[in-house]
């Protein structure tokens, strides 16, 4: 449990809250509900209400099979948002894998780089996280969203996860950008099936102890979905007597957002990044609390 970075008098110690605001047109949960800018802005100043500690901003979908943008569409998409935000104090995040975008975004008054490649997609990244000295994190990531489920392939998830991002840390690190600056996620959803994402929650201790700062994000994923299915088994793999899967929709995922988030705090994450903040909210606070009293 951390600070808020560049939070000032909003510093808490407990797990943060990261809501999520995506600007575009089709993203898996909300896509083309926040595609105009002041929609998006009403949406971000409305997570803060609920009890966001930071405010995603992101241009680019990152749903398996997702088309890329073009840099300029990205940059119209995020730019109006994150500097109406951040003039409203609000502490921003920019989800990019793009260094340009990045760069433009911090200029606009956001404050955290969150690149779900690790920096993989575009080498510029590393170098503008070190020179900038904002925070950054850094998510396990093998491919892009077109590529994706075909990388899900591991001997042994936890621990091919940990070297990966392991390099990836070390790349930034080795850049100039110095250990405090920089986050960890372990990327679940990103070339993983629902087993590795359930093996990655339940090594989060692990992941914790490894990297120190861990984000998770697990909001409204197919994992859930898939566990929650209409006819599915108890652990959300099969079809029970033979009945087929009906995945639950992503906007009725919140509940068990809000479990993995309390059970995240517990094991201690430094945030959490999810769709519906006040759910996810109450679960830290919860767990933060709950801590205390076992201290």
Known sequence: MVSAPGAGPRAVRRTLVWGVVNTTPDS????????????????????????????????????????????????????????????????????????????????AGASIVNDVSGGLADPAMADLVASSGATCVLGHWRGHSDTMNDLAVYDDVVAEVRAELGARLAAFEAAGARPGQLVADPGLGFAKRAEHDWALLAALPELVGAWGRVLVGASRKRFLGTLLADGASSDGTAGTAGAPVVPRPPDQRDDATAAVSALAAAAGAWGVRVHAVRPSADAVRVAARWAEAAA
Request: aromatic fraction near 2%.
């Open 28 to 107: 898996f949960s909300d896509g083309g509900l926040h595609l105009a800018a002041p929609a998006a802005v009403e949406h971000g100043l409305a997570l803060v209400a609920q009890g966001a500690d930071v405010v995603d901003v992101g241009g680019e979908s990152t749903r398996p099979g997702a088309t890329r943008p073009s840099e300029a569409e990205e940059l119209a998409r995020v730019l109006p948002v994150v500097s109406a935000l951040a003039d409203r104090g609000v502490v921003v995040s920019v989800d990019t894998m793009r260094a340009g975008v990045a760069a433009a975004a911090l200029a």
